[in-house]
């Protein structure tokens, strides 16, 4: 109803706290707010007695005795009645201040999102108490700016006072008070002055740095995601072979152990078989002897002496007959301790395998010790390969040592041989956790691991370190140093001149990292590759530059 009659519920509402008015006071310039929240602002108002109008800043003195606007309270509790809600219940939940948010400085309760900033207020505003401040200060020159940033970090802690100088001694934004106080004799220019000047000198090399910054990151996520990937495929690849070792072992098993149970089953029928037949012919032989022992105990009350004589010869060369063969029934119990026996040899072989096995899974986890002396541990001697280097590349030291050279090498011809590049390969080739190594000094040098099948004659990037898929590489020189594999450069960030690096690599995880050796091992960068055969440390040495290894 209200807003049918051309009145909106901004007519209605406190100026304070922008919702609709509660317990209505008028103050003596005609305006009204609610009791408490104009009462809580005159509270805070200057301690020397003055008060003024927050909406049209007249002021009074002394502090003026509100009185309740009786008209406009029954105004309100019929609008309440009529359904007419508070402003700041149908407000968009977007108008509020949020973590983050610059808050407005006049609202009260719950607090709006400021939208402008004024320099010479020093205060925050929402868009309606914006709109408020522009009637106060119509036609007064007040600065204002977009409120992205709270105003507490432009004013000056020290002296309240907006940030307006810019020392360049101190390189800190000032107010004019330090200018004159503690930063004297400083060199100062205005805040927009040095904005115009930075804008102009430093603003595109710091914009060009975060991009290259941005750009090494974006690869470096990339590149883990494709190593993340390649693990979790390659571990998927383990669990299947796992699962399929077990079930052939399972399988081998059962099946070798169903042909002893064929046989012993087989065994147990033969010899059956005979045992019984055996039985049966000594149970007759018994039938027979015991006839011959009744016709014996009859024998001796005969009066026919012949008889007594042929009876007496008949039945002892009978009993005097050759027993059938006899049969040996095999106890079981050799079967049960070969049994026995091979079960615990199996356990045996099992547990000692299994814990190379497991050994072997913990050891593919990535690991990257954190002191030089955790590195040590897992130190590699190396020598460089006389018939893979470059002729116009000298060794000394134990082949430890390369450096440049002017003159041309009487190396003896070699198929290994780099013909066009400045290379050498180690003897060595590393695996599992190893860790070593160089000292260089000159215009610039590469330090590389690659695969023993890189190509070594002609110029293009197949013979280049880490300019293919053989081979990955550490460039460094004075000015800059990057990472590189396949011909993919990663800019690293700028250090100062490092005179020795130190190179990490774990093959079964398929890590390398490379770093500044220092007390703290300044880390360089880390990448995860796929060792899918042996790799060797590798050298590249530019003109007038040169290398030796260190442990």
């Keep these: 109803m209200a807003e049918a009659s051309g009145w909106s519920q901004d007519h209605f509402s406190c100026v304070i706290c922008l919702d609709p008015l509660k317990d209505p006071v008028t103050t003596n310039c005609g305006h009204s707010f609610c009791k408490d929240c104009i009462a809580g602002c005159w509270d805070q108002e200057d301690p020397k007695g003055v008060y003024s109008c927050p909406q049209c800043r007249q002021t009074f003195t002394p502090r003026p005795v509100l009185s309740r606007n009786t008209m406009l309270a029954e105004v309100m509790e019929k609008l309440k009645l009529l ?17 983050g948010d610059v808050e407005c400085d006049v609202c009260t309760g719950r607090k709006r999102k ?20 522009n009637d106060l200060t119509l036609g007064k020159k007040h600065k204002v700016i977009d409120a992205t940033v709270k105003l507490e970090d432009l004013i000056c802690s020290l002296h309240d006072k907006l940030l307006e100088v810019f020392c360049r001694t101190d390189q800190t934004s000032i107010c004019m008070l330090c200018a004159m106080d503690e930063h004297k004799g400083h060199d100062t220019v205005s805040a927009t002055a040095e904005r115009s000047y930075k804008q102009e000198r430093e603003f595109p ?21 494709s190593a993340l990937n390649s693990f979790k495929i390659s571990s998927g690849r383990a669990v299947a072979d796992c699962e399929k070792t077990s079930k052939e072992m399972i399988s081998f098993i059962e099946r070798r152990f ?21 039985i049966h012919q000594l149970e ?27 009876v007496m010869q008949s039945i002892c060369s009978n009993t005097e007959a050759e027993l059938p063969t006899k049969f040996f029934i095999a106890s079981s119990e050799e079967t049960e301790k070969a049994v026995s026996e091979m079960n615990e040899a199996f356990k045996d072989l099992m547990n000692s395998k299994m814990s190379t096995l497991i050994e072997r899974v913990t050891d593919m986890k990535v690991f990257l010790p954190k002191t030089r002396e955790e590195f040590l541990k897992y130190r590699k001697s190396l020598t460089l390969d006389s018939n893979t280097i470059y002729p116009w590349l000298c060794l000394r030291n134990g082949k430890r040592h390369v450096s440049w050279t002017t003159a041309r090498q009487s190396y003896p011809a070699h198929p290994e041989r780099f013909d066009s590049r400045p290379q050498v390969l180690c003897n060595e080739a590393v695996h599992g956790r190893s860790y070593w190594e160089v000292e260089w000094e000159g215009p610039g040098v590469k330090i590389a691991v690659a695969f023993k099948d890189i190509e070594r004659n002609g110029s293009g990037t197949k013979t280049l370190f880490g300019g293919n898929t053989h081979s990955w590489c550490l460039t460094l020189s004075k000015s800059h140093f990057y990472f590189q594999h396949n011909s993919t450069e990663i800019i690293l960030s700028p250090l100062p001149y490092l005179s020795r690096i130190g190179v990490f690599v774990d093959t079964n995880a398929g890590v390398m990292s490379f770093y500044c050796v220092t007390d703290t091992m300044q880390h360089l960068h880390t990448e995860l590759a796929s060792f899918s055969k042996p790799i060797y440390p590798g050298l590249e040495v530019n003109n007038g530059s040169k290398v030796a290894f260190c442990l």
């Excluded at 400021?114 to 401040?133: D, Q, R």
């Excluded at 042909?259 to 065994?267: G, N, P, S």
């Excluded at 015991?290 to 001796?300: N, S, T, V």
């Design 114 to 133: 400021a939208v402008k900033s004024c320099l010479v207020c020093l205060s925050s505003y929402c868009e309606t108490h914006f709109g408020v401040h």
């Design 258 to 278: 169903s042909e002893v149970i064929k046989l012993i089953k087989d065994q147990e029928i033969t010899e059956t078989d005979q045992d019984e037949r055996f």
């Design 284 to 310: 007759q032989e018994i039938a027979e002897l015991k006839k011959k022992d009744a016709e014996l105990g009859r024998l001796p009350q005969t009066e026919n002496d012949i008889y007594f004589l042929q």
């Design 83 to 99: 359904g007419v809600h508070s402003a700041s219940a149908t407000a968009p939940a977007a108008q509020y201040a949020g973590p």
């Design 205 to 225: 090399a710091a914009q060009m740095r975060c991009k290259q910054s941005i750009q090494a990151k974006v690869t470096e996520v990339s590149r883990l995601k």
